[in-house]
Each structure stands twice: as C-alpha cells, then as structure tokens.
C-alpha cells in the first residue's frame, strides 16, 4: 500500500509539471501573436479588417471630376458650314487654338512674306514658311533682277475656306482679298494660303506649307 501511494504521489507530480509547462507554452504563444498581429483598440469597425490604401485603391478617386468639358470654338463669320467640324477637331487637340486669333496671325504673315518676297529678302521669310516653300520662293527671286515695286495696300478680307487633322498636324487654308498695288496703280489680288502647325510641339507658330493664286 505504500508503494502504490507514493506512485500515485509522482503521477500527480508529474501531471502538475504538464500543467505548469503547458501554460507557459500557451502564453508564449499568445505573446507572439500580439507582437505579430497587434491589438485591437476598441475604435475598429467590426468585421472589417484595418488596412493602409493603396495606390490602385486610390487612383479610380481621379474619375470623380466627371468629363471634360469640351471647348466649343466660334467660327468666323463667312466660314463655310462644313469647315466647322474640322476647326472643333483641331480646337480639340489644341486647347489653345482659336479661329479669329488664327485668321489675326494669318493676316499679319501675309503681310511681312508679301513685303520680304518684293523685296527679295527671302531671309525674312525663315519661321514663317516652311523649307519647301522658301526654296520655291528663293527661285522665283533669282530668276527676277530687281525688287518688285509691289505694295500691299489692305486686306479686305480673310475666310477659312479648309481645314484638317493629319496626324499630329493641324492645316488650314485661308483665301486673302487685298488690294495690291503694282507700280503705283492698285489691283485686286486674290490668294489662298495653307498654314500648318505641330499640335503637340512647343512651338506656336504657324508655317505656310502651300501657295495658290486664286484669280
């Protein structure tokens, strides 16, 4: 009887050691799972996890603006119905165009190419022409002796009579009544000039690309 009471005495022994180890693996456990997961502090939502945004969470924000507002531009009076579109298509990939500050510009071109080609100072003519054109207009100036007594007395008119897209490009094409004055006597001059610009460069500036006399 002895015997098996002091066997029953490391048998209970042995049990509370199990207990004792077991509860410390337990709390080890839960120790590092608070270090891993941390703890809640009550201002959670339930049910929903917490999480940082992330960038692709964030980026459909920039839908919410709504659409572009697309810029109507006003065509100049005289411009022919079915060029309307063109110029919109070309206000479009340009945000700063504008018909009437074009035709402005236009003018004034006319201008200086007319006086710089009379003159013969086909130099004056660079940032206005493109290369093609400047050649045909250096030509036609060594093929003449002198300067041309030709004056430009006004501009009577300007009209968008063609406009397009061609890729990048944005063309246009203007017809120019003036009054020209030749050797002192004025004369009607009728032409139809073709600008073009890079829409996506940095440059502003119109190049004339094409020449026509429209008598």
Known sequence: MVT???????????????IV?????????????????????????AGVPSRAASPAAIAPTANRAGPVVRHLVAVPAGTAADVA???????????GFDPAKFLGGAQAAYRMILDAFW????????????DEVLDHFRVAI??????????????????????????????VTVRFE????????????HDVWTFSRHVGGADPAWLLIATDADA
């Open 21 to 45: 180890l077991l509860a410390m693996l337990a709390g080890f456990i839960g120790l590092r799972l608070v270090n891993v997961l941390g703890k809640r502090t009550g201002d959670e939502k």
């Open 85 to 95: 579109p063109a110029l919109q298509a070309i206000a479009d990939a340009d945000g």
């Open 142 to 171: 060594a093929h003449r002796d002198t300067a041309l007594a030709h004056r430009l007395v006004g501009i009577d008119a300007t009209v968008l009579t063609a406009a397009r897209m061609v890729g990048q490009m944005a063309e």
């Open 4 to 18: 098996l009471s002091k066997a029953n005495d490391m048998s209970d022994g042995g049990s509370w050691i199990e």
């Open 119 to 130: 003159a013969g100072d086909a130099a004056a003519m660079a940032g206005l022409v493109s």
């Open 178 to 189: 003036a009054t020209i004055a030749v050797d002192g006597v004025p004369s009607a001059g």
